[in-house]
């Protein structure tokens, strides 16, 4: 919807006022005409995905916007959420980082002149449309959690939450960066942080210096011994390790790999967040911490692959963080030897969980029982 110029006895894209008698006639779409003339039409607003196909969520707004009004449409095009913005590429980010299951598409209209009582007015017209107020603010606790961070009892969980988070926006064609708000990650709360690339020349040059990182790397076959092991857990995993991509960020390396046991078995891909303290700790490098982590899952019997909505009984294996699998498995942590060393390495646990807390002061974590990680 673009602008129309501004009229006599009326504001530019503004609430209606009264027009004198010697102004000239005024259409009857016109946002300046008087409130009896029905408001804009819901349906008369274009229908755009939040995720462009470009792979960024960049909303084009007509030059002077300083607030909008907007619908959000679930993957079944069903409004979930009708609410304002003065800056609607940082609302639909939130948004699709609050809700991303049902934050698929919108509807915008878009003011030059911020003008709050004609926009509730606009939304008051838009639920009319409707037949109903969409559940996102019909529900009280729907409209919480469209206005306000995610909310979880540790920064360690809220972390977790925003790296499955993250691929499954990346497997719906998510391109641009996207980081999590580091203070309210202190707060054990999760939401977006504000972008700094908000023009398409950013954008463009941001994706094309992700890409420069995502350079593939080595590939590294993996035997992994836990001797003693259970019955039920494997005593030795095999497999070989394709390193695609080790990206640097804010905590430490975002690790992208592809796995293939031995014996030719599938392959699988996987996301691995290694913290900065954890491979610092190990005195190692995060594909090296990456490689172990995969080996211990193996060892569990873990199934490599995972598809839609995952219960609270599995793990996430295609996007998981090293942390996640030491709070799982707490004996990953244990202590062991480096192959070809003497030495090893101490990492020493700062947050606790239930039960554990009871049981364990510190941990101590290596690379496992790796007794060989060679270059292929």
């Not at 499955?164 to 999760?190: H, M, S, T, W």
């Not at 259970?230 to 095999?238: F, G, L, M, P």
């Not at 609270?312 to 062991?336: D, I, K, T």
Request: glycine content about 6%; proline content about 6%; charged content about 20%.
């Amino acid at each position: 919807m673009f602008f129309l110029p501004p009229q006599r006895g009326s504001t530019f894209f503004g609430r209606a006022r009264l027009i004198s008698a010697c102004a000239p006639p005024q259409p009857a779409r016109l946002r300046g005409a008087p409130l009896t003339v029905a408001r804009n039409e819901l349906e008369s607003c274009p229908l755009a995905p939040v995720i462009d196909p470009r792979g960024w969520v960049f909303p084009v707004s007509p030059l002077g916007t300083n607030a909008s009004i907007f619908a959000v449409y679930d993957a079944s095009e069903r409004v979930q959420y009708i609410g304002f913005s003065k800056e609607l590429r940082t609302t639909l980010r939130l948004l699709l980082c609050r809700r991303p299951e049902l934050c698929h598409s919108y509807r915008a209209y878009h003011y030059a002149v911020l003008d709050q009582q004609d926009m509730m007015m606009q939304r008051d017209a838009w639920f009319a449309e409707l037949g109903a107020k969409p559940p996102g603010n019909a529900v009280a606790t729907e409209t919480a959690a469209w206005q306000g961070a995610r909310q979880f009892g540790s920064r360690e969980e809220a972390v977790a939450a925003f790296a499955q988070l993250e691929a499954v926006l990346r497997a719906r064609g998510l391109a641009e960066d996207l980081e999590a708000d580091e203070a309210l990650l202190a707060e054990g709360k999760l939401d977006a942080a504000p972008s700094a690339c908000n023009t398409e020349a950013a954008l463009t040059a941001a994706v094309a210096r992700r890409a420069a990182a995502d350079v593939p790397g080595a590939s590294r076959s993996v035997v992994a011994d836990f001797p003693g092991a259970a019955k039920e857990h494997a005593d030795r995993v095999s497999f070989n390790v394709f390193f695609q991509s080790c990206v640097a960020t804010n905590g430490g390396h975002m690790v992208d790999v592809l796995l293939t046991p031995a014996g030719g078995a599938s392959s699988s891909t996987h996301r691995i967040i290694v913290g900065r303290e954890y491979s610092q700790a190990a005195g190692c490098s995060a594909e090296e911490l990456a490689a172990h982590a995969l080996a211990w899952l193996l060892h569990r019997r873990v199934p490599m692959q995972t598809e839609g909505i995952l219960t609270n009984a599995q793990f996430p294996v295609n996007y998981f963080a090293v942390s996640q699998v030491e709070q799982w498995w707490p004996e990953f942590g244990a202590r062991h030897t480096l192959p070809g060393a003497s030495k090893f390495w101490r990492f020493n646990r700062i947050h606790k969980y239930g039960a554990e807390a009871e049981r364990f002061d510190s941990l101590m974590l290596g690379p496992g029982h790796l007794s060989e990680l060679s270059a292929a």
